[in-house]
């Protein structure tokens, strides 16, 4: 009797946990930065989101990457998902030197370094994985584990990410962290470059009424030589808001985060496209923005 009301308690709970958010669910609350929540079992959801990166140290450059989702709740505790990952590039001798490249531009060995610079193609499929081992609605942190490996081409990449979440003031406030490292395949030119990379993001995000969410997010991302990370290549900052609007039909989240001059570079060609504290080259840009449209179906 006793252990069979504890388990009506316990469904009361989730359930008004549910009830409470359920205008909201299946939602990304901040731009990057993923939450420990799952889709409930037997939903879907389409997903659009337009990442853009601009600005180097002169010149022009644009890099814009799109990813179209359809997301799927399989069970209580796992999600999963397929990405059509593409890109569009615009660059103009950007570079500290007055020469046109930027990351992700994968510029052919014959081209003129001091001409425009146009790329555009469908990169990558990704197929996204989130299980979730505890719920942030109901348990102390919730916790979910990530795993996504993408195939393209030009790209390949496996990327894996542990995902914390802390609910404070009756869920309207979320503190999200996520750490992850990602190994990398990509052809450059004539070239095969093999990467790793590690990101620490955390944010919080806070509903300041109805259908509303306003944030910051901050991320350290370092990048590492090869499989591994014993040849560290360089670390970055970035800082930005976010601000998010939900209803039942569907939501809309966007984000802006610009680099910090907190940069360093550990070999002699990552120091040697740091400016003002920022670092640049293949690497990075001074600004970056994410629109996510989420609609169930």
Same mark, same amino acid.
């Given at each position: 009797?006793?252990?069979?009301?504890?388990?009506?308690?316990?469904?009361?709970?989730?359930?008004?946990?549910?009830?409470?958010?359920?205008?909201?669910?299946?939602?990304?609350?901040?731009?990057?930065?993923?939450?420990?929540?799952?889709?409930?079992?037997?939903?879907?959801?389409?997903? /659009?989101?337009?990442? &853009?990166?601009?600005? /180097?140290?002169?010149?022009? !450059?644009?890099? =814009?990457? @799109?990813?179209? #989702?359809? #997301?799927?709740?399989?069970?209580?505790?796992?999600?999963?998902?397929?990405? @059509?990952? $593409?890109?569009?590039?615009?660059?103009?001798?950007? /570079?500290?030197?007055?020469?046109?490249?930027?990351?992700?531009?994968?510029?052919?060995?014959?081209?003129?370094?001091? $001409?425009?610079? *146009?790329?555009?193609?469908?990169?990558? =499929? +990704?197929?996204?994985?989130? !299980?979730?081992?505890?719920?942030?609605?109901?348990?102390?942190?919730?916790?979910? =584990? !990530? =795993?996504?490996? $993408?195939?393209?081409?030009?790209?390949?990449?496996?990327?894996?990410?542990?995902?914390?979440?802390?609910?404070?003031?009756?869920?309207? &406030?979320?503190?999200?962290?996520?750490?992850?490292?990602? @190994?990398?395949?990509? *052809?450059?030119? +004539?070239?095969?470059?093999?990467?790793?990379?590690?990101?620490?993001?955390?944010?919080?995000? !806070?509903?300041?009424?109805?259908?509303?969410?306003?944030?910051?997010?901050?991320?350290?991302?370092?990048?590492?030589?090869?499989?591994?990370?014993?040849?560290?290549?360089?670390?970055?900052?970035? @800082?930005?808001?976010? &601000?998010?609007?939900?209803?039942?039909?569907?939501?809309?989240?966007?984000?802006?985060?610009?680099?910090?001059?907190?940069? $360093?570079?550990?070999?002699?060609?990552?120091?040697?496209?740091?400016?003002?504290?920022?670092?640049?080259?293949?690497?990075?840009?001074?600004?970056?923005?994410?629109?996510?449209?989420?609609?169930?179906?």
């Amino acid at each position: 009797m006793l252990l069979s009301s504890q388990r009506v308690a316990t469904a009361t709970v989730i359930g008004l946990a549910l009830l409470s958010r359920s205008a909201v669910a299946g939602e990304s609350p901040m731009g990057w930065i993923y939450t420990a929540e799952v889709a409930p079992p037997g939903t879907r959801e389409f997903e /659009q989101w337009v990442d &853009v990166q601009t600005k /180097q140290t002169r010149g022009d !450059y644009t890099n =814009v990457r @799109l990813r179209s #989702e359809l #997301e799927f709740g399989i069970t209580s505790k796992y999600q999963t998902a397929i990405y @059509l990952n $593409s890109r569009f590039i615009r660059a103009y001798r950007n /570079q500290m030197d007055g020469t046109t490249a930027g990351p992700n531009t994968d510029i052919p060995d014959t081209f003129d370094p001091t $001409s425009r610079y *146009k790329m555009s193609r469908v990169e990558s =499929v +990704s197929w996204e994985n989130i !299980y979730q081992l505890s719920n942030p609605l109901v348990d102390p942190v919730g916790l979910a =584990v !990530y =795993v996504e490996p $993408s195939w393209g081409r030009r790209n390949k990449e496996l990327e894996f990410k542990l995902i914390l979440q802390k609910n404070f003031l009756d869920d309207r &406030v979320i503190w999200a962290t996520n750490l992850s490292t990602a @190994l990398e395949n990509n *052809k450059r030119g +004539s070239d095969v470059e093999k990467a790793t990379e590690l990101d620490l993001l955390t944010g919080v995000s !806070y509903r300041f009424m109805n259908n509303w969410s306003a944030g910051i997010e901050v991320r350290n991302h370092r990048e590492f030589t090869g499989y591994g990370y014993g040849v560290a290549n360089h670390s970055a900052w970035f @800082l930005g808001p976010n &601000v998010h609007y939900a209803t039942k039909g569907w939501w809309l989240t966007a984000a802006w985060r610009s680099q910090m001059p907190w940069a $360093s570079g550990f070999q002699d060609d990552q120091k040697e496209v740091i400016s003002g504290g920022r670092i640049y080259g293949d690497e990075h840009t001074r600004n970056q923005f994410v629109l996510k449209l989420g609609v169930p179906f």
